[in-house]
């Protein structure tokens, strides 16, 4: 899967958009836009289609023991089922290969360009004079045209975070984006840095493979079991959309039943409120927790040879550190200036719309508890019809233009989010999926 770009070998790409990535955002905008007769080149950097699902992808961030933190039911696209027999929490190769049979069925492998890198995107003027897209294909070779446009779908999760402490660590230490199998921790003392939900579920592969497991963790988090009920737990919220303030007694009531305070096995208290962060979705590491398998630390204060000293004084030696510490927003391609980078990420109406030009569009950098890739595929939809309501001058689409160029706020609902990197693109779920939505029947005229 070596094609090059075939639209680019004969200068024919002036009115198709260059569509960045294949992976889960990547194939759902190649879908939405042979859907809607939209010409587009793709270009990936791997052989085969999944982005970081597939492990074996140069840039993936997957390891071994990798399963869906969301039910398959509230994951999977809505006109493309995952197979009855695949699991509830479906483990990465499952996904690989859900997204395989997705660029198959709707045909879209012929559509991209493989083992290729895009090196450099450069508009010729304003919004509408096009883009100079370069890169070089897998055999070395360096590529250069121009496209109407540019539709970036690279992922959020392939530049690590790395942290930086004090001192010096004389062993071995690795960000979470190195780790790929269990026996990396044979025979090792192992000290987790960060809690988010790969920081925990790597936490208990290195407690079953390692000598011993610490974790650190500047503040607490609300941890949420698989399972309530005998069902997933993302399945249980009902029909009717409750009020945050209530659906957080609600979910807050439950947890407590189901897991009780995070406090009670050794793990800090949250000083935010639910929802105001991811949670961690995680049935295994309050259980070995509470069995003594895994010590909880807090922050680390300094480092000296093997031991590290902790901000609340204690001090003990390890072989490894792990940093689970998150991932930066990378789009090496491009100047941020052009994405209307502030603070942490683009500010981009409804998280994809520039607000100046109408030729570039960033896929996917949206996060949201219980989204899903339908409300990604959702944002594909949005997007690609507003391409083709430019071209035909309707009246939705003039809308949509001066409402994402007047000032815009991102859509948390009123969600007072933690102010860190990761996130600066989360949005509250239901409020974006009716803005989306509502967009959608606008640009169609309440078309299906």
Known sequence: MTAQASGAQNGATAQSFALIGAGPMGLAMAKVLKEQGIPFQGFELHSDVGGLWDIDAPHSTMYESAHLISSKKMTQFDDFPMREEVAEYPSHREMRRYFRDFASHYDLYQDYAFNCEVLSCEPLGDSGAGWRLTWRDGEGQEHSDVFAGVLIANGTLAEPNIPSFKGSFDSEMIHAAQYRDPRQFADKRVLIVGAGNSGCDIAVDAIHHGVSCDISMRRGYYFVPKYVFGKPADTMGGAIRLPMWLKRRVDGMILKWFVGEPQKYGFPKPDYALYESHPVVNSLILFHAGHGDLKVRPDIDHIEGKTVHFTDGAQAEYDMILTATGYL????????????????????????????????????????????????????????????GLQEGSAGAAQLKQEKSAGFERATGGMNYLKLARMAYYVDKATYRKAVTGWITALTGGRT
């Open 329 to 388: 927003l990378h789009y090496p391609f491009i100047d941020q200036e052009l994405l209307n980078w502030e603070g942490a990420a683009p500010h981009l109406y409804l998280n994809c719309m520039h607000p100046n030009r109408d030729d570039l569009f960033v896929l996917g950098m949206v996060e949201a508890s219980g989204l899903g890739w339908q409300g990604r595929h959702e944002q594909a939809e949005m997007v690609a019809h507003y391409i083709n």
